[in-house]
């Protein structure tokens, strides 16, 4: 048995960790491959720096493509063979005519839900402009959702399975930024990587709308390192890259946005 009470002690999302823990100790009495239903970024950052503590186990993670946000996670003793091809997904198309009643990611959510599905058996979803959109679920929910999944908003939809080659992925847009600022703040960096004023930055991070390395931080004085990610609701990310010193001892960042 895992340690689990001393592995959810300083964790943020305590039942989700608690539930994959349980799947790592079942991985561990069957010698099977176990899956766990779709992690959000933060709970995957904290789920991969709990079973780093580990030598019983092993994870991979897989979203159905490289940049995917939602990923599931397969569990294996650390002596079992473990790769992506063993997270088990399914793609789906759910096409419609959306040219004069526009669907955005909250309404093909709020339609996956609305057929009685919970959260964690979603992955991404991808929202096509007037044709519809594709998402990404666990493979025993396909064929209910292929029967079930009828509208979104007001627009009749038809849902069928595709291949996850088949998902049109966008590759995110990265803008280059320098900025030399006279501390490595939180705020201050975030400021010039999001390209707003410093105080309204600092407004977002009280509001609890700003994750650094997907975990929820509070303080604008917190001090972001190369190699950082910053994330702000709504607004993309910020990869903190090489910092050097410059002769008037400020720090000179270099930053990529993505959006």
Do not use: C
Not at 134 to 163: G, H, N
Not at 190 to 212: E, T
Not at 228 to 241: F, M, N, P, Q, T
Request: hydrophobic letters at 45%; a neutral charge.
């Amino acid at each position: 048995m895992l340690p689990r009470e001393d592995l959810l002690k300083q964790v943020e999302n305590r039942e989700t960790m608690a539930r994959v823990i349980d799947l790592a100790d079942q991985a561990i009495k069957t010698w099977e491959v176990v899956t766990a239903d779709f992690l959000s970024p933060p709970e995957l950052a904290e789920a991969q720096k709990v079973f780093g503590q580990l030598t019983e186990v092993h994870v991979v993670s897989w979203g159905g493509y490289p940049q995917a946000e939602r990923q599931r996670l397969a569990i294996a003793r650390s002596d079992i063979p473990l790769d992506s091809a063993q997270v088990e997904l399914t793609a789906l198309e759910i096409a419609g005519n959306f040219l004069f009643d526009p669907a955005t990611h909250r309404d093909f959510l709020g339609a996956l839900l609305g057929t009685g599905i919970v959260r964690d058996k979603v992955g991404d979803i991808i929202v096509l402009g007037e044709r519809g959109g594709q998402a990404i679920v666990v493979p025993e929910l396909a064929d209910f959702l292929t029967a079930t999944l009828t509208q979104v908003r007001s627009v009749p939809v038809k849902t069928r399975r595709i291949e996850l080659s088949e998902l049109k992925i966008r590759e995110p847009k990265k803008k280059e930024l320098v900025t030399v600022e006279a501390s490595m703040r939180l705020d201050a960096i975030a400021s010039a990587g999001f390209g707003m004023s410093r105080s309204k930055m600092a407004d977002l991070i009280s509001a609890g709308d700003v994750r650094v390395n997907w975990k929820d931080i509070s303080s604008a004085s917190y001090a972001v390192k190369s190699g950082d990610l910053i994330a702000v609701s709504s607004k993309g990310r910020v990869e903190v890259g090489d910092v050097m010193i410059t002769k008037k001892d400020r720090y000179r960042v270099q930053l990529t946005r993505f959006v």
